[in-house]
T-cell receptor, first 114, second 114 residues
């Protein structure tokens, strides 16, 4: 199993550009999450999904959108990039029936908005 | 708003000593607690979880939970230079309604010097 994979690893965006951060998991986990981590800070939840077709906002959803058309994929969309979105983005998944201790994180996407 | 607080450190201990990391949480509804280790430039890695009051030991790691005081700690015995990392404390809610969402502290930087 590859676990949770994320692409790209690093990206530089200009203010106002758009991009999609990709996240795929091959563990058949039903719950998936997007977190952001600013320098020297903990992780903050952006959006989460409890299954295909079901998504909901987390703590810091403004400026982002998500979709979940399959169990495996949970892309995060930035429509109009702003410097405040410079961060490291982590995707994670959980087997919802087994509990949070099954949580796996992807390797992260480092985003720089200039 | 749910909050998890950690002393950001840095905490410096000599090799072989006990490292003590602390965390407090604001939401009395939190039922599950996690310690993650994060090396620089890497994703968080789960090292301990605890659900019940008291101590839980796993190798050199001991997690302690006191729900009355809303306090969680992590002890690392016989600290090694390879333990040098940022340690993130996280709290989860109660069962199915939390959907595995976690609230993270800002992390404590631990340095173990030879």
């Amino acid at each position: 199993n590859a676990g949770v994979t994320q692409t790209p690893k690093f990206r530089i965006l200009k203010i106002g550009q758009s991009m999609t951060l990709q996240c795929t998991q091959d563990m058949n986990h039903n719950y998936m999450y997007w977190y952001r981590q600013d320098p020297g800070m903990g992780l903050k939840l952006i959006y989460y999904s409890v299954g295909a077709g079901i998504t909901d906002k987390g703590e810091v959803p403004n400026g982002y959108n998500v979709s979940r058309s399959t169990t495996e994929d949970f892309p995060l969309r930035l429509e109009l990039a702003a410097p405040s979105q410079t961060s490291v983005y982590f995707c994670a998944s959980i087997d919802g029936g087994a509990g949070e201790e099954t949580q796996y994180f992807g390797p992260g996407t480092r985003l720089l908005v200039l | 708003q749910k909050e998890v607080e950690q002393n950001s450190g840095p905490l410096s201990v000599p090799e072989g000593a006990i490292a003590s990391l602390n965390c407090t949480y604001s939401d009395r509804g939190s039922q599950s607690f996690f310690w993650y280790r994060q090396y620089s430039g890497k994703s968080p890695e789960l090292i301990m979880f605890i659900y019940s009051n008291g101590d839980k030991e796993d190798g050199r790691f001991t997690a302690q939970l006191n729900k009355a005081s809303q306090y969680v700690s992590l002890l690392i015995r016989d600290s090694q230079p390879s333990d040098s990392a940022t340690y993130l404390c996280a709290a989860g809610g109660a069962g199915g309604t939390s959907y595995g969402k976690l609230t993270f502290g800002q992390g404590t930087i631990l340095t173990v010097h030879p």
